[in-house]
C-alpha cells in the first residue's frame, strides 16, 4: 500500500486552505457535509462550459454529450454499490427524496392497516418521518429496535419484534448521531425470513464502509452525493429491479412515460419510470467525479485512516475530565459525539467556533434518540479522508479552554 498522504490530499480541497474567524479551518462536521475536491468543481464548471444541454431527449451534439455523462455517473454509481445492472440506480435528491419515494410508492401500494414496519431509535428523521406519515395514512404500526448503553442495536429485541405482519424494516447502515455501524447484514436476512423487505439509510454508510448491495441482499440502499464529496442536491436510490418493477411511479411528468394520452398513460421502463423532469444533470456528472476521487484514493486507505482518528480523538477526549463520549459501539464510523458536565452543547459548539473548529451540535436530526438518552443534545465530531491527527489535537485543547471559560 503506498503511504497515505493526508497532507496531498487536503491540497485538493481549496476550501481547507481557508480560514474561520480568521483562524485557519478545522472542519470537523463531515457527517453533515463533506468538502469537495478540485475535481468535483472543475467537472461542474466544465460541464456547464463544454457540456450543457437537457439530456435524453435531444437530437444534437450537446444533448448526446450530456446525456452520455449523466448515463456514465449512473453506471459510476452502479459499481460503487455493486447493483447488478443501472436500470436499479434511480437518481434523485439524497437520502430524503429516496425514503420518501420508497414510502409513497412501495408503502402506499403494499402496506395495509396493522402491518409493521421496523426502525431503529437511532434513525434519523428523514428515516422515521415518511414512515410515520404512512403508518398514519394506512393505520399500520411503527416498531421500534431499542439499543443497549453502548449505543448498540438489540438485535434480541429486534428478532422478538419480527413477524408475519412485519413488511418494511429501514435501517441506517450507520449511525449520525452516534457513530454506531449496524449489522446490516444480519438484519436483513432475519427480515427476509419473515417476507419483509429492507430499506438501508446508507447517508452514513456509503462513505466509511464497503458496500455491496447483491451480497448484502438488501431490498433498497439510499445514499447522498453530499457525503461523499460530491455536491449536494443529488443522491441515489438501489433497488432490486423485480420490486422497482413492481412498483407504481412517484412523481409524474416528462421522462417518466412512454406514451400519454388523456384516456390513459404508459410509464416508462426503469430507471427512468423514477426520474419525471429534468434533473439536476451537472451535480449527478460531478457526483461521479466525488466517486471517482473516492475510488482514486481507495476505500481501504481511507478507512485505515479515519479508524486512526476516531481512535485517536477516542483517547484524547476521554482524558478530558466531565466529558462523556455517547456511544461507545464496538464497531464505529468516524463520528464521536459527546457531552460535558455542566456545559451546554450549543456553548462548547459557539466556543469551537471562534477558534475555528467546526463541529455539529444539537439533536442531529435524531430527537427520539436524545429523548431515550435523556439529553438535548450533543457535540459531534466527524472525521474524513482529509482530516488529521493534529486537528484533533486541537479539537481537545479547544474543548479544555472551552471548559475552563463555561465553568
Ligand atoms: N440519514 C442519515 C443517517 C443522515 O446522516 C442523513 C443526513 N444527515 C440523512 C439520512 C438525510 O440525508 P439528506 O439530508 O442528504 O437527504
Known amino acids: 500500500m503506498m503511504r497515505y498522504d493526508v497532507e496531498a ?5 481549496p476550501i481547507l486552505q481557508t480560514t474561520a474567524h480568521q483562524k485557519p479551518l478545522v472542519y470537523l462536521d463531515n457527517a453533515a457535509t463533506s468538502q469537495k475536491p478540485q475535481i468535483v468543481i472543475d467537472t461542474l464548471l466544465n460541464y456547464y462550459k463544454q457540456s450543457n444541454a437537457n439530456i435524453h431527449r435531444g437530437a444534437h451534439y450537446l444533448a448526446a454529450k450530456a ?27 439524497g437520502v ?15 402496506i395495509q392497516e396493522g402491518d409493521e414496519i421496523i426502525l431503529s431509535v437511532m434513525e434519523h428523521h428523514s428515516n422515521i418521518v415518511p414512515w410515520q406519515m404512512l403508518c ?12 443497549n448503553e453502548k449505543g448498540e442495536l438489540e438485535l434480541q429485541a429486534y428478532e422478538k419484534m419480527l413477524s408475519e405482519r412485519t413488511k418494511i424494516v429501514s435501517i441506517a447502515h450507520a449511525s449520525n448521531a452516534l457513530g454506531s455501524i449496524h449489522p446490516i447484514k444480519k438484519i436483513i436476512d432475519l427480515a427476509h425470513q419473515k417476507g419483509a423487505i429492507v430499506v438501508i439509510d446508507g447517508a452514513q454508510g456509503a462513505v466509511h464502509l464497503d458496500i455491496d448491495v447483491q451480497e448484502l441482499d438488501c431490498d433498497f440502499y ?9 455536491p449536494t442536491g443529488v443522491g441515489a436510490l438501489y433497488g432490486k429491479r423485480k420490486i422497482l418493477e ?29 426520474e419525471a423532469g429534468t434533473p439536476n444533470i451537472a451535480d449527478v456528472i460531478a457526483f461521479k467525479a466525488g466517486l471517482d476521487y473516492v475510488q482514486k484514493i481507495g476505500k481501504q486507505n481511507i ?38 458536565e455542566g456545559c451546554h452543547h450549543g456553548d462548547l459548539g459557539t466556543l469551537l467556533d471562534a477558534k475555528g473548529i467546526a ?35 486541537q479539537l481537545a485543547v479547544g474543548i479544555q479552554s472551552a471548559i475552563k471559560m463555561l465553568k
Open 303 to 340: 478507512h485505515a485512516h479515519e479508524d486512526q482518528l476516531l481512535q485517536h480523538a477516542t483517547k484524547q477526549l476521554n482524558a478530558i475530565e466531565g466529558l462523556s463520549i455517547i456511544g461507545t459501539a464496538a464497531q464505529k464510523v468516524s463520528v464521536v459525539s459527546f457531552v460535558v
Open 136 to 147: 398514519e395514512r394506512k393505520k399500520a404500526i411503527l416498531k421500534v429496535i431499542p439499543i
Open 9 to 13: 490530499i487536503r491540497q485538493d480541497f
Open 246 to 274: 413492481a412498483m407504481p411511479p412517484y412523481h409524474g411528468g416528462g421522462e417518466m412515460i412512454k406514451e400519454v394520452s388523456f384516456e390513459k398513460t404508459t410509464y416508462n421502463g426503469l430507471p427512468f419510470k423514477f
Open 359 to 393: 463541529v455539529r451540535t444539537g439533536h442531529h436530526c435524531a430527537q427520539p434518540l436524545m429523548a431515550h438518552l435523556g439529553i438535548k443534545g450533543t457535540v459531534r465530531a466527524s472525521f474524513a479522508m482529509y482530516n488529521t491527527l493534529s486537528e484533533i489535537d
Open 222 to 230: 439510499a445514499f447522498s452525493g453530499h457525503k461523499v464529496y460530491a
Open 96 to 110: 430524503t427524496e429516496a425514503i420518501n419515494l420508497i414510502a409513497n410508492t412501495y408503502g402506499e401500494s403494499q
Open 67 to 93: 446525456t452520455e455523462e449523466y448515463e456514465q455517473a449512473r453506471e459510476t454509481i452502479r459499481h460503487f454499490l455493486g447493483a447488478d445492472s443501472a436500470d436499479e440506480i434511480i437518481l434523485l435528491r
